[in-house]
């Protein structure tokens, strides 16, 4: 694996292994709940909006399983 890539995932596990990221996931989480409720939704911009801020919401959810996926493919490959 190259020093540059090696360093990313490196930073990257850091991060996800601090209080801090505990935090927030713990707050995005609770944020879902609430943009899922699409009972409010009172037209479809407003459905289409919802809908993006649960996919960016799921993606941070999501990324710490993906980057460990992605970095044990890539050791395998190298």
């Known amino acids: 694996m190259e020093k ?3 360093k990313y995932y490196d930073n990257r596990f850091a991060m ?4 801090g990221w505990k935090q927030l996931t713990e707050d995005i989480e609770i944020m879902r709940l609430t943009y ?9 911009e ?18 710490k399983s993906i980057s460990e996926a992605t ?5 395998q490959d190298g």
């Open 36 to 44: 899922a409720d699409i009972v409010t939704i009172s037209s479809n």
């Open 4 to 6: 540059d890539l090696e």
């Open 71 to 75: 970095y044990e493919e890539i050791k």
């Open 16 to 19: 996800m292994a601090s209080e």
């Open 46 to 63: 407003e459905l289409q909006y919802r809908k993006g801020q649960l996919d960016i919401i799921d993606w941070i959810l999501s990324l």
